[in-house]
């Protein structure tokens, strides 16, 4: 089975023992116990990074998907939904909902999609966790913006007052672009020189 090791471009440890990083890489091939996909609140994983999840994962992510819209309907930003990994080596792919720019508050509902997803998988038992950069693709959030609200979400996290099972995040960022934006504000956030 293939996977994807890389060095973290970025990388800190928390108080709490979290370790946050910052990686260049296809996210379906991270080595973590889960992985988010940047999914619609219908789980029809046609593009991007969903796209990417069924062709590395199998025709079984999109059957669960199916299967979990029939159970419990739509899904919205603070309650994501989890099928298992299929044929990649993550136990599980949480499909948390991003908001499309344009459609408001969406720097809130951005924020309700990391929290949902860190919430769920600390409810699964994951230790550890991959990103993508949600809603920067074909919902058009704007990546700078995206990366300030979904990193400071992660350093919130790690103050939290809940024990969590999690002790690894990856923001794991396919294009150069992207990779770019992301690490000048975690230097930023984190004050790394």
């Known amino acids: ?18 370790s946050l990083e910052i990686h260049q890489g296809d996210i379906t091939l991270m080595k973590t116990d ?19 999840i069924v062709e590395r994962g199998g025709e079984t992510i999109q059957r669960e998907s199916d299967q979990w819209i029939d159970a419990h309907g739509l899904i919205d930003f603070s309650n994501p939904a989890y099928t298992s990994g299929g044929t990649m080596t993550c136990k599980y792919v949480i499909h948390a909902a991003g908001p499309v720019w344009g459609e408001g508050d969406e720097d809130e509902k951005l924020s309700q999609a990391i929290q949902g997803s860190l919430r769920l998988a600390n409810q699964l038992g994951v230790e550890s966790i991959s990103f993508p950069a949600i809603s920067t693709g074909i919902f058009g959030f704007p990546v700078e913006r995206a990366a300030e ?25 396919f294009d150069n672009q992207t990779l770019g934006i992301f ?8 004050r790394i020189d």
């Open 1 to 18: 089975m293939e996977t994807f090791s890389s060095h973290p471009i970025r990388e800190i440890t928390f108080k709490s023992g979290l």
């Open 34 to 52: 889960g992985i988010v996909n940047a999914a619609n609140k219908y789980l029809s994983h046609g593009g991007g990074v969903a796209a990417a």
């Open 149 to 173: 609200v979904i990193l400071t979400n992660f350093l919130n996290y790690s103050k939290g007052q809940q024990p969590s099972k999690i002790n690894k995040i990856q923001m794991v960022l």
């Open 183 to 190: 690490t000048n504000i975690f230097d930023n956030i984190f």
